[in-house]
C-alpha cells in the first residue's frame, strides 16, 4: 500500500474555490499507475465518493452533486492528484481524504470506496454561509 497525504483544505466563504492535492508520503512511491479518488466526510455522516480519475487520467467520475463544479485531475511527472473545487456551497463541508486503487493500469469506471486501497488522513474543508 502508499502512503498519501493531502494538502490544501481550509474555510473559504460560499462561492469560493479551494484546490485540494494528494501526493506519496514516501519519497520513491508513486501512483503513477493507480486510479486516485477523492471522498469526504461530515461530522456525523458516512464518508461518501466525490471523484476519482483513472492512472492515465483519460477517465474521471463524479458524484453528480459535484458534477458541475469539481475538477478531479493528475499530473504523473508530478506523482500528484488534485481536486479544484469552485462554488463551493456549505454543504460541502467535510473532510476530503484521497485514496488509491491497488489495482495497476486498471481502465474501468470508479464509484465505490471498496474500489481503493491506501488512504490518506485527510484534510478539512469548511465552507461558511
Known amino acids: 500500500q502508499v502512503q498519501l497525504v493531502e494538502s490544501g483544505g481550509g474555510l473559504v466563504q460560499a462561492g469560493g474555490s479551494l484546490r485540494l492535492t494528494c501526493a506519496c508520503a514516501a519519497s520513491g512511491r508513486t501512483v503513477r499507475n493507480n486510479g486516485v479518488g477523492w471522498f469526504r466526510q461530515a461530522a456525523g455522516k458516512e464518508r461518501e465518493f466525490v471523484a476519482a480519475i483513472n492512472w492515465d487520467g483519460t477517465g474521471t467520475y463524479y458524484e453528480d452533486s459535484v458534477k458541475d463544479r469539481f475538477t478531479i485531475s493528475r499530473d504523473n511527472a508530478k506523482n500528484t492528484v488534485y481536486l479544484q473545487m469552485n462554488s463551493l456551497k456549505p454543504e460541502d463541508t467535510a473532510v476530503y481524504s484521497c485514496?488509491?486503487?491497488?489495482?495497476?493500469?486498471?481502465?474501468?469506471?470508479?464509484?465505490?470506496?471498496?474500489?481503493?486501497?491506501?488512504w490518506g488522513q485527510g484534510t478539512q474543508v469548511t465552507v461558511s454561509s
Open positions: 485514496a488509491a486503487d491497488g489495482k495497476l493500469w486498471y481502465g474501468g469506471t470508479y464509484y465505490s470506496e471498496s474500489q481503493f486501497d491506501s
